[in-house]
């Protein structure tokens, strides 16, 4: 590499982004209107005192726009309406999604009928061509396109330009998949490929995107000549034990 373009490299801008994870305190992690989670057809168990599993919680708590994927709303509803329900401090009748899409072969007539009467809009996206997580993802796509060019608040401002904190790292939204881990290998390895293609849509780019469950997290983070810091606390971690 010449002179002239380790020159032109130094000089180029970094854009320094900072990930809160969900568990941290509402004082790093309070804007929740620009935060999505999608569930995905996989079990959310109980806790042996019968709440709800701490990981999913928080991260219920800590946004705004809930989609679940097609069977994701069978594993919602046995959760927290069903006969193996949650005793927990989110009142049940709360938690209802904003959303239930996909090829809808997966969601229990049962469900489907309780969604329903709740108001829920269940669509039905038939192209076999994409995952359900995929049509989940165009729908969370759809829901921050419209955040950055309706809303005036500052939230919606920082997604669409960028917005630094007084620390100078680039603020973002916010997507969440919950599930996708523990099953076979490769629909464990098709849903982390199916974060890394979406991360690269114009929509996201500003889009904090991860996967987590009760036991591992995964976290989609941009190439250079973008700095990543990462802020991480696990539900069980004593409030200012966070690590960077």
Not at 61 to 75: E, I, L
Not at 100 to 124: A, F, M, Q, W
Request: glycine share 6%.
């Amino acid at each position: 590499m010449s002179d002239q373009a380790s020159q032109e490299e130094r000089r180029t801008p970094i854009t320094r982004r900072r990930y809160y994870s969900p568990f941290l305190s509402p004082l790093h992690n309070s804007n929740t209107n620009s935060a999505a989670l999608i569930i995905l057809n996989t079990p959310i168990k109980s806790t042996a005192n019968r709440s709800l599993p701490d990981v999913f919680r928080v991260l219920w708590k800590s946004t705004s726009f809930h989609v679940c994927a097609d069977g994701g709303a069978n594993r919602l509803y046995d959760a927290t309406i069903g006969p193996s329900s949650s005793d927990d401090d989110i009142e049940n009748d709360a938690l209802i999604p904003d959303l239930i899409t996909g090829d809808l072969d997966s969601i229990r007539p049962d469900v489907r009928s309780y969604y329903e009467k709740k108001g829920v809009p269940i669509v039905c996206v038939e192209d076999q061509n994409y995952h359900d997580l995929d049509k989940s993802l165009m729908a969370v796509e759809k829901w921050i396109e419209k955040l950055t060019t309706t809303s005036s608040s500052s939230s919606s401002s920082s997604l669409s330009n960028g917005d630094n904190d007084s620390n100078g790292f680039n603020q973002s939204s916010q997507a969440f998949i919950y599930g996708g881990f523990g099953g076979r290998f490769d629909q464990e390895m098709a849903c982390i490929n199916t974060l890394y293609s979406w991360g690269q849509k114009e929509a996201f780019q500003q889009t904090q995107m991860s996967i987590f469950d009760e036991e591992t997290g995964v976290i989609l983070l941009p190439e250079a000549p973008i700095s990543n810091e990462i802020l991480i606390r696990f539900p069980d971690v004593e409030e200012g034990d966070d690590n960077e």
